[in-house]
T-cell receptor
Framework: AQSVTQLGSHVSVSEGALVLLRCNYS??????LFWYVQYPNQGLQLLLK??????LVKGINGFEAEFKKSETSFHLTKPSAHMSDAAEYFC???????????FGAGTRLFVKA | DVKVTQSSRYLVKRTGEKVFLECVQD?????MFWYRQDPGLGLRLIYF???????EKGDIPEGYSVSREKKERFSLILESASTNQTSMYLC??????????????FGPGTRLTVL
């Protein structure tokens, strides 16, 4: 079965600083990878997804993620954090059977003024 | 605008009560899912369904059952609620196609408290 590991349950950055949220996946061919965001008291929404068309994937709200097969990583970045980015972020991978999504434990991002 | 709706945002029930959580999607999706979300544990899959009247157990099905009589509706049932079922419940749906098309669309969640 597939799995994802998110390093760091909490990340705190200052407004304007780089955001880096880490995700590593168990190897598979091909991995279908996603980042979802959950704002307070809301459900999850898709931030971006890796479709194998390009290793650098751009998502909504200025986020992007780079697929690195050699490192089995799919880290999420944003050059400049905004207060509105404070949320919980989940890395996810499609399970081998194709129906289920396996979610990481989540990383809560705090943005300091 | 695509939408997944859940019948309640907040629910308070007593131990032993039968609880119904309803989820409706308007995207004609084949797949529907129920998760529970607890701090530090991420999302855990309770049940999913890939077609009407079909259901599959997820990772933590004990104490829960589901019903899918219509394509757009997927219900989660707690036969006899217990305090350890206090949690946030999230419903999601996705298309039947594989791979990257299986992005999931989520409802707003139901925060259930069992007293």
């Amino acid at each position: 079965a597939q799995s994802v590991t998110q390093l760091g349950s909490h990340v705190s950055v200052s407004e304007g600083a780089l955001v880096l949220l880490r995700c590593n996946y168990s190897s598979s061919v091909p991995p279908y990878l996603f980042w979802y965001v959950q704002y307070p008291n809301q459900g999850l929404q898709l931030l971006l997804k890796y479709t194998s068309a390009a290793t650098l994937v751009k998502g909504i709200n200025g986020f992007e993620a780079e697929f690195k097969k050699s490192e089995t990583s799919f880290h999420l970045t944003k050059p400049s954090a905004h207060m509105s980015d404070a949320a919980e972020y989940f890395c996810a991978v499609i399970d081998t059977g194709g129906f289920k999504t396996i979610f990481g434990a989540g990383t809560r991002l705090f943005v300091k003024a | 605008d695509v939408k997944v709706t859940q019948s309640s945002r907040y629910l308070v029930k007593r131990t032993g009560e039968k609880v119904f959580l309803e989820c409706v999607q308007d995207m004609d999706h084949e797949n529907m899912f129920w998760y529970r979300q607890d701090p530090g544990l991420g999302l855990r899959l309770i049940y999913f369904s890939y077609d009407v009247k079909m259901k599959e157990k997820g990772d933590i099905p004990e104490g829960y059952s589901v019903s899918r009589e219509k394509k757009e509706r997927f219900s989660l049932i707690l036969e006899s609620a217990s305090t350890n079922q206090t949690s946030m419940y999230l419903c999601a749906s996705s298309r039947h196609r594989g791979g990257s098309y299986n992005e999931q669309f989520f409802g707003p969640g139901t925060r259930l408290t069992v007293l």
